[in-house]
């Protein structure tokens, strides 16, 4: 099968969630955050933002913010995901304009975020570091938000922790990292022709998949289980309740 460097460098990704205190040179900094701007922007409008943490102490007060999670504090360099319509606002301001902040300008900015973000982690990866998304930063996003002097009309969506991977002294991964790449979805349960498959079709790929998943975590040493239990319970309660608020108090019109 045809292949390339690209595809085996997505192919290759996992999570890594220790690293050595190697720091990541500037250089390859600006060149992933220059990669990371070639993705696709809706109408060039290009609404997102990265701040880098470099001061000790406001890492490791995010740290706690996420839960304790030590790779927040310890990895080669960490970032915080904006989605960003400040300077859209400033523009509009500025020639005396109104700001129609509706649903779709929301959208826009964290699709546009997120594919930025994606970018960046390839970028990174290409080079030889590890990555770990921070989902947790969305935890106390107010206190996020202060301790990051957060302007109006810019939202905070996830963290990115960036790194070389810490070895075993024998100089393999670390068994507790994720060696093996976690397991995804069976390709049709995600791509379709023409329509959207039946519930029963649906059921079928996640019954397949969850053979394969929970053989994934019995080769890690976990309790095998299916990937339904995970989700089953993922999803029976509300998560950060609070994200509505605090983004509506940023400017973010939900409606």
Same mark, same amino acid.
């Given at each position: &099968?045809t292949?390339?460097q690209?595809?085996?460098t997505? *192919?290759?990704?996992?999570? !890594?969630r220790?690293?050595?205190?190697?720091?990541?040179?500037?250089?390859h900094?600006?060149?992933a955050?220059e990669?990371?701007?070639?993705?696709s922007? /809706?109408?060039? !409008? #290009?609404?997102y /933002? &990265?701040?880098?943490l470099?001061?000790r102490?406001k890492?490791?007060?995010?740290?706690?913010?996420?839960?304790?999670?030590?790779?927040?504090?310890k990895?080669g360099?960490f970032? !915080?995901i904006?989605?960003?319509?400040?300077?859209h606002?400033l523009?509009?301001?500025?020639?005396d304009?109104p700001?129609?902040?509706?649903l $779709?300008?929301f &959208?826009v900015?964290?699709?546009?975020?997120?594919?930025?973000?994606?970018n960046v982690v !390839?970028a990174? $990866?290409s *080079?030889?570091?590890?990555?770990?998304?921070?989902?947790?930063?969305?935890n106390?996003?107010?206190a996020?938000?202060?301790?990051l002097?957060?302007?109006h009309g810019?939202y905070?969506?996830?963290?990115?922790?960036?790194?070389?991977? #810490?070895?075993s $002294?024998?100089g393999?991964s670390?068994p507790?990292?994720?060696?093996?790449?976690?397991?995804r979805?069976?390709?049709?349960?995600? /791509?379709?022709d023409?329509r959207?498959?039946?519930d029963?079709e649906v059921?079928?790929?996640?019954?397949?998949?969850?053979?394969?998943?929970? /053989?994934?975590? $019995?080769?890690r040493?976990?309790?095998?289980?299916g990937?339904s239990?995970?989700?089953?319970?993922?999803?029976?309660?509300?998560?950060r309740p609070? *994200?509505?608020t605090?983004?509506?108090s940023?400017?973010?019109?939900l409606e």
């Open positions: &099968m292949t390339t690209t595809i085996q997505l *192919l290759s990704h996992r999570t !890594v220790r690293f050595t205190d190697q720091p990541v040179p500037d250089a900094i600006q060149l955050i990669a990371g701007q070639r993705a922007t /809706s109408s060039a !409008v #290009q609404a /933002s &990265m701040i880098r470099t001061d102490a890492r490791q007060t995010l740290a706690e913010l996420c839960g304790n999670q030590k790779q927040v504090e990895a360099a970032f !915080v904006c989605a960003d319509t400040r300077r606002r523009i509009t301001e500025r020639a304009a700001y129609n902040a509706a $779709e300008a &959208m900015a964290v699709i546009d975020a997120s594919l930025f973000a994606q !390839v990174f $990866e *080079l030889g570091y590890g990555i770990c998304y921070i989902g947790a930063l969305r106390q996003l107010p996020v938000d202060e301790l002097s957060i302007p810019v905070p969506l996830f963290g990115l922790c960036v790194g070389m991977e #810490q070895r $002294e024998a393999a670390d507790i990292i994720d060696t093996i790449p976690r397991p979805l069976p390709k049709q349960a995600v /791509s379709f023409n959207y498959p039946s029963a059921l079928g790929f996640i019954d397949q998949y969850n053979v394969q998943y929970a /053989s994934y975590l $019995e080769a040493g976990a309790t095998p289980r990937w239990d995970a989700i089953g319970t993922k999803f029976t309660n509300v998560s609070d *994200l509505a605090y983004y509506q940023k400017g973010a019109c």
